[in-house]
């Protein structure tokens, strides 16, 4: 780390990849078209697999935005997904489209995992009166659901979810909304994320100091936001922090 930073009061977190581990979605994906392929004679799970991605392909450009901003909710997105990959495979079941839901839900509270990195993140904040934040895009349903199957909703002493303000990353506003909820001040609190566009961005737009966690070594391109300090995993985040507290 260079730079002359002083001890943040308040650790800001991303959500999505930076603490939740995603690499399992695709496998529980994987898993519910098995599961599809199970209940319908003479489908295939790689027919089930192929509808799915180009259903999702299809739909999720025309309401991401309102995804986001909590206009419609991930159930129901979920569910016109699996209905779009059904209708592809010649199925209009409205019980198989149940029952492809709750397995669906299920294969997803499996992968539901954090990084193996994250409880020694939380254990150092703990361990120094450090308040923690959660700033997070995503609509309330799918987040809090996400939140409450690792065990993380009652670890935050502030949340700002994109759906539940109607304001997301990188726009400062969310950020804000922490900084006024606990009282602290912009150069007090480092937001801890690993999207260049929306979190360090939007952290630097509200003049908190911005961490990148770039776990993949990813090569910053012409344009993108430069952030105050990168990290490659949140135990290296932690080895920077201790000296600013002895």
């Keep these: ?27 529980s994906i994987s898993r519910t078209c098995d599961f599809i392929a199970g209940e319908i004679s003479g489908l ?83 361990h120094h009166e450090l308040r923690l934040a959660l700033v997070t895009n995503g609509p309330s349903d799918l987040q809090r659901w996400k939140l409450r199957s690792v065990g993380l909703e009652d670890r935050f002493a502030a949340l700002a979810i994109s759906g539940e303000l109607g304001v997301a990353k990188p726009d400062p506003r969310i950020f804000k909304k922490i900084l006024e909820e606990l009282d602290a001040l912009p150069r007090d609190v480092w937001h801890i994320g690993d999207s260049l566009s929306n979190d360090v961005a939007g952290a630097r737009a509200a003049g908190l100091v911005s961490v990148w966690l770039n776990r993949l070594g990813r090569i910053p391109r012409g344009g993108d936001a430069i952030p105050d300090i990168e990290v490659v995993s949140l135990s290296q985040l932690v080895e920077n922090l201790i000296p600013l507290y002895t």
Excluded: H, Q
């Design 44 to 126: 295939s799970s790689s027919e089930v697999l192929e509808a799915n991605g180009k259903a999702f392909s299809d739909y999720w450009p025309t309401i991401e935005a309102r995804w986001t901003l909590g206009l419609i909710d991930s159930a129901s997105v979920g569910r016109e997904i699996w209905r779009r990959t059904l209708s592809a495979c010649g199925c209009t079941d409205e019980l198989i489209l149940e029952a492809a839901l709750k397995a669906d839900e299920r294969f997803d509270r499996d992968v539901n995992v954090l990084f193996d990195d994250v409880e020694a993140l939380i254990d150092f904040a703990v």
């Design 1 to 27: 780390m260079t730079g002359d930073f002083t001890a943040p009061k308040v650790l800001s977190l991303d959500f999505d990849d930076t603490l939740l581990d995603g690499r399992g979605m695709e496998e």
